[in-house]
């Protein structure tokens, strides 16, 4: 809890409030110090897990030798079959938490989609309700971004919160690693703005449709075209833009 003076309509009020925190999290992958993640302090294996996966520097559990977080110190250290690139260029990505990524959105690997069936609204709109339900971390303090991963019919399969949006995909994606859950032909449903990053993970994942309360931008556009994927935004009550692929949308 923090000490914080509130000032309302004339009246000086003195308390105490929860905020959101910032855990730095220095990742060590064969004995070699990777990068430094900005996190929530929750669940950290499943943001380390992610962000290996979504990097392609592991694929499957067995890819794993050592996966240990140590929340005392604030570091993970991990030992996987594959060697690290000797080269490593960090790029800063956009977002609260300063995401960081050893890979452009368009160097991801992104394909035509896979044919498949269509999506009906009424499953774009539960998963949306789904996630407002479950974003507790927001409703107590704010300042937090939330995602999660639904069926296609809507039904949530997996969520994560954290400060940053970058970040709640790498949860889903490390989460759904450890645990099996495939994660291709669903729905990922985001409470920030859809950045490219965001996309080419989505991509990387199989994700069939993005939906998000805002916007995205025109480089998460280009990628989604390219990808095959559906990307939703704006919704909120009864209405949405889709900006790409409308046709795997089943509309009343």
């Known amino acids: 809890m923090t000490n914080v003076t509130t000032y309302n309509d004339g009246k000086v009020l003195r308390g105490e409030i929860d905020v959101v925190r910032e855990f730095p999290l220095v990742l060590r992958v064969n004995d070699r110090e990777l990068v430094t993640l900005i996190a929530s302090p929750h669940d950290l294996r499943f943001l380390v897990a992610g962000f290996l996966r979504l990097q392609g520097f592991v694929s499957q559990v067995d890819d794993f030798l050592v996966l240990s977080v140590c929340n005392d110190y604030g570091i993970a250290n991990v030992r996987i079959k594959g060697e ?36 009906p609204v009424a499953a774009v709109f539960e998963l949306m309700k789904q996630l407002a339900l479950h974003s507790t971390s927001y409703k107590s303090h704010g300042g937090v971004h939330s995602a999660a991963v639904g069926a296609p019919d809507g039904t949530l399969v997996l969520h994560a919160e954290d400060l940053g949006r970058h970040n709640t995909i790498d949860r889903l994606a490390g989460e759904a690693l450890l645990k099996g859950i495939p994660l291709a032909g669903t729905i990922l449903a985001t409470s920030g703005r859809v950045s490219a990053e965001m996309a080419a993970k989505a991509a990387l994942l199989g994700i069939a449709v993005i939906v998000s309360r805002t916007s995205p931008t025109d480089m998460a556009i280009r990628i989604c075209d390219q990808a095959g994927i559906t990307l939703v935004g704006y919704l909120r009550g009864t209405r949405f833009t889709a900006y790409t692929h409308p046709q795997y949308i089943l509309f009343p």
């Open 84 to 119: 690290i690139p000797a080269e490593l260029k960090p790029v800063l990505t956009s977002g609260c938490g300063t995401g960081v990524t050893f890979s452009l959105p368009e160097a991801a690997g992104v394909k035509e989609g896979e044919a498949r069936g269509q999506v």
